[in-house]
């Protein structure tokens, strides 16, 4: 009998503990691969928000869960946030129906622009494209579950769609495709990732599409506590400029190299676009001027 009222007591001490700490614990799932820039982005941008709030919201813990999983599979697993109770995409109405979603694009809108991945062996074959007609003649590899994938397939682009993110790389190194639409924030370190053994892959330097595409961060239902906390943080990220110089810090290398300003940009009809995407909010985007 002692055993048992010790093992309460504890019990319940530990509990009383937790609710004074107010420890959030943010489960979040791995990049494609630990070297993916994109999960150092988020980690930094996360421990930033989370610190901003700490005095209002107390501790935190930040828990990677792998391997990367799908995009049909996460939104299973956040709905019940046992695995994972956070997750970073770019938004679809489907996203947006099963989570609590942040509309803050954390990377101020960088995402609205995709260059194209080529085999360099393949470079004639942009040459002379004027048009977005004339890149729908070749075929584009895209992945399933993608955001993206449906915009392209919306607007009658010609697609080879794998369930493989590593696999498309290796099928554009064997021209089985011609090209992969990247964000401008993923294509440099995604090539220079696999350079060593996919050494054909280039950036093609004329081409851009535009496609608005804010990527946020999204929260478990369960978890409407957690999704308040970001929200504030990410907030006053904003107002402080945080957010901006967090991505100055990343990416302002990356648009240079781009070159936005001297690319064909050809942009596509999106109406798949969520109707509370805060466009009207110029304080969250990046500004470059996309020719109609």
């Known amino acids: 009998m002692p055993i048992k009222i010790r093992f309460v007591f504890v019990f319940l ?5 937790s609710s004074v700490l107010g420890i959030d614990i943010i489960k979040i799932n791995l990049g494609q691969k630990k070297s993916d820039i994109r999960s150092v982005y988020k980690m930094e941008l996360l421990n930033q928000v989370l610190s901003l709030t700490e005095s209002e919201f107390g501790s935190f813990e930040i828990k990677l869960h792998g391997p990367a999983t799908s995009i049909e599979r996460a939104i299973l697993e956040i709905k019940s946030g046992e695995t994972i109770n956070t997750f970073v995409a770019l938004t679809t109405q489907k996203w947006e129906d099963n989570t609590l979603p942040i509309r803050i694009p954390i990377r101020r809108g960088i995402l609205n622009y995709r260059l194209l991945a080529i085999n360099k062996n393949s470079q004639s074959d942009f040459t002379n494209i004027l048009n977005i007609n004339d890149l729908k003649e070749l075929k584009a590899g ?8 449906t915009v392209l397939a919306k607007n009658d682009f010609n697609l080879s769609i794998s369930s493989s993110y590593e696999g498309l790389f290796y099928m554009l190194q064997s021209q089985r495709i011609d090209y992969i639409p990247r964000g401008i924030n993923e294509i440099y370190d ?4 696999h350079k060593d053994k996919l050494s054909k892959l280039v ?11 804010p990527t946020y961060i999204f929260v478990s239902p369960n978890e409407p506590r957690i999704a308040k906390r970001l929200t504030k943080g990410l907030e006053l990220m904003v ?3 945080m957010l901006k110089k967090l991505f100055n810090k990343y990416y302002r290398d990356k648009l240079n190299k781009a070159n936005l300003s001297r690319r064909n940009v050809f942009k596509l009809t999106h109406n798949e676009l969520p109707e509370l995407t805060p466009l009207n909010r110029k304080e969250l985007w990046f500004e470059f001027d996309v020719n109609e």
Do not use: D, F, H
Not at 190 to 193: K, Q, S
Not at 203 to 213: D, F, H
């Open 13 to 17: 001490s530990l509990m009383q503990t």
């Open 142 to 149: 895209v992945r399933s579950g993608w955001a993206t994938t």
């Open 190 to 193: 995604e090539i220079a990732l």
């Open 203 to 213: 950036v093609e330097p004329n081409i851009a599409l535009y496609i608005p595409a």
């Open 239 to 241: 107002k402080n400029g």
